[in-house]
C-alpha cells in the first residue's frame, strides 16, 4: 500500500516530513560497501576489479575481457533489428539538436577603463560515463550521456556498463555505436567508478564521471568526488504527478508505475486536489500493475516508496513539489502553464496531460540523467555544459593597471599580504 497523506489531517505535516526524510537510497550499510570497494579497486587495480565484477554481476570476465573488442561492438551492433536501430537513431538525432543548442559562447569584452575580461569554455578532456545494467538495460542512458559529452567536444569517452551474468543488451552497443563510443568496459556498480576515478592497469583514469545508477552507483560517485568530477547524484528515479479533476486516472496511473518499474529505491508520488482522483489512480495502478510483465519489482517499489497527497489547492501541490524537488514533476492539469513559474524545484517539468514522463526518457531530446534524491534544490540534470569549463580571461593594459592599483593595494594591506601588493606596484612607472 502507498502512502496516503491528507494535507487537511492535523498530523500532516509531520507525516510529510518523515516521507522527506526518507532514505531510499544511502544507508550507512552502502557508504560502507562502497568505501571498501574504491579502497580495494585503489590497491588492487584490475585483480580487485575483476574480483568484484564476478562476484556482484557473475560476469566471467577477466582482465583480458574488461574490454569490448571493436569486432564484439560491430557484431552485437549489427545484430539489432532495424526497426530498434531506427528507433535509436531518431532518439540519438533529437538529443543532439537539442543539447547543440546548449553549447556556450565564449565571451569578451573591454570596458571602459581599457580592462580586457571574459570567459572561455573548453571540454573536460577524459570522461567515464556510467551506464546502468543491474535491473534493466538502458540503451537511452548510453545516449543521454554520450550525446552532449560528444557534442561539448570530449575527447576520451570511456564508457562502463555492468553484465550480470556476462551477457549484454546488443541494443546498449548498438547506441554507443551510433553515438561514436569505442572505449566501453564490461564494468558497473562502485568498482566501475573507482576504476573510472583512480584508473587501472587496464583502464586509464578519467577527469570526470557521469550517469545514473543505483544506490553503490550514486554513493560512489559522492565519494570519488574531488578525485575526480561528478556531473550530480542521479540515483533511483521519481516521479511526482500534480493531477487535478482534468486528468485521466488510467494515465496518471501508467506514468506512476513507469518509475516504480525502475526499482531499487525508485519512487512514484501522485499529488492532487481531487480525492476522488486519488482513489480512482489508486485503484487504476492495482489493476494496471497486474498486467505489468515487470509486476513484482514495480509493485514492491509502489508500496514501500509510493505516496498519495490530497490537497486543497493547486498552489498547495506546487509548494509541496518544492519540498520534495522531484526528479521528474508532471503537471496532469488542463493549463500546466499556468502553475508552471510556481514549480521551482524540479529536474524536469512534463507539460500537460499529453506529456508522459517516458516520452523524455527516450525521444523528447531533454536529457533524461536527473538530479534525484532531492539535489534538483541545487542541481540541474546532464547537460553539455557538465562536459565544459568556464575559465576566466583578464587582460590590463599600462594605463588600465595604473588605475586599478590603488584599491588593489590597498586590499593587499588589509589582507597583510604584501607580496600581493609588491606584485602590482612594481609594475608602475613611479
Ligand atoms: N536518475 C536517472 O537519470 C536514472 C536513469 C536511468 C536509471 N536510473 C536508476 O538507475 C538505477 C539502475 O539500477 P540497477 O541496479 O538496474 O543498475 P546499476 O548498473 O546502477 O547497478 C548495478 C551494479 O550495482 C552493484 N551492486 C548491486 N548489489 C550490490 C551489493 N549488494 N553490494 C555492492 N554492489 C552491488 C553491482 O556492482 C552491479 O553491477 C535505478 O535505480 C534507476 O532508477 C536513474
Ligand atoms: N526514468 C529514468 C530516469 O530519468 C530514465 C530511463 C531510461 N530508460 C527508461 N527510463
Ligand atoms: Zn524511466
Redesign the pocket.
Known amino acids: 500500500m502507498p502512502l496516503r497523506l491528507d494535507s487537511a489531517e492535523a498530523d500532516f505535516e509531520q507525516r510529510f516530513s518523515d516521507l522527506l526524510a526518507g532514505k531510499r537510497e544511502s544507508s550507512k550499510d552502502v557508504n560502507d560497501?562502497v568505501a571498501g570497494?574504491i579502497a580495494d579497486v585503489r590497491a588492487r587495480g584490475d585483480e580487485a576489479v575483476v574480483e568484484?565484477?564476478n562476484k556482484?554481476?557473475r560476469a566471467g570476465v577477466t582482465r583480458d575481457t574488461l574490454a569490448f573488442t571493436a569486432d564484439e561492438i560491430a557484431a552485437a551492433a549489427a545484430g539489432v533489428p532495424d526497426h530498434v536501430r531506427t528507433a535509436l537513431q531518431t532518439a540519438h538525432d533529437r538529443i543532439k539538436s537539442h543539447h547543440e543548442k546548449q553549447k556556450p559562447q565564449d565571451h569578451v569584452y573591454t570596458d571602459a577603463l581599457g580592462v580586457t575580461l571574459g570567459s572561455r569554455w573548453t571540454p573536460v578532456d577524459a570522461v567515464g560515463i556510467?551506464v546502468?545494467?543491474?535491473?534493466?538495460s538502458?540503451p537511452s542512458?548510453v545516449l543521454m550521456n554520450a550525446v552532449p559529452a560528444r557534442v561539448a567536444g570530449v575527447s576520451r569517452i570511456a564508457m562502463v556498463v555492468?553484465t550480470?551474468n556476462g551477457e549484454i543488451n546488443p541494443a546498449i552497443l548498438a547506441a554507443a555505436q551510433i553515438a561514436g563510443i569505442t572505449e566501453i568496459y564490461r564494468i558497473?556498480?562502485?568498482?566501475?567508478v573507482a576504476a573510472l576515478a583512480y584508473g587501472t592497469e587496464t583502464i586509464p583514469r578519467v577527469d570526470k564521471v557521469t550517469g545514473?545508477?543505483?544506490a553503490?552507483?550514486a554513493t560512489a560517485k559522492r565519494q570519488v568526488f574531488g578525485q575526480v568530477g561528478i556531473d550530480m547524484i542521479?540515483?533511483?528515479?521519481e516521479v511526482l504527478v500534480i493531477a487535478d479533476s482534468s486528468a485521466n486516472p488510467a494515465w496518471v496511473a501508467a506514468d506512476l508505475i513507469a518509475q516504480a518499474e525502475?526499482?531499487?529505491?525508485?519512487q512514484s508520488i501522485l499529488v492532487t486536489t481531487d480525492a476522488a482522483l486519488a482513489g480512482a489512480v489508486e485503484a487504476e495502478v492495482d489493476r494496471q500493475l497486474s498486467l505489468l510483465p515487470k509486476q513484482a519489482i514495480a509493485r514492491e517499489g509502489w508500496d514501500e516508496f509510493g505516496a498519495i497527497i490530497t490537497v486543497a489547492t493547486l498552489d498547495q501541490a506546487a509548494e509541496l513539489a518544492n519540498r520534495i524537488a522531484s526528479?521528474h514533476v508532471e503537471l496532469a492539469i488542463d493549463d500546466p502553464q499556468s502553475l508552471l513559474p510556481a514549480i521551482r524545484h524540479a529536474g524536469a517539468i512534463f507539460l500537460g496531460h499529453h506529456t508522459p514522463e517516458a516520452i523524455g526518457d527516450y525521444v523528447g531530446g531533454s536529457n533524461?540523467?536527473?538530479p534525484?534524491a532531492r539535489s534538483a534544490r541545487f542541481a540541474s540534470g546532464l547537460g553539455v555544459l557538465d562536459f565544459m569549463k568556464r575559465t576566466s580571461l583578464l587582460g590590463c593594459t599600462p594605463s588600465s593597471l595604473a588605475a586599478l592599483a590603488e584599491p588593489a593595494v590597498t586590499i593587499a594591506g588589509v589582507e597583510d599580504l604584501d607580496g600581493h601588493g609588491r606584485s602590482i606596484s612594481i609594475r608602475l612607472n613611479r
Do not use: C, K, R
Open positions: 560497501t570497494i568484484l565484477t556482484f554481476d556510467y546502468p545494467g543491474g535491473l534493466a538502458y542512458s555492468p550480470p558497473g556498480g562502485a568498482q566501475a545514473p545508477g543505483n553503490y552507483v542521479a540515483g533511483p528515479s525502475h526499482g531499487a529505491g525508485a526528479e533524461h540523467v536527473l534525484t
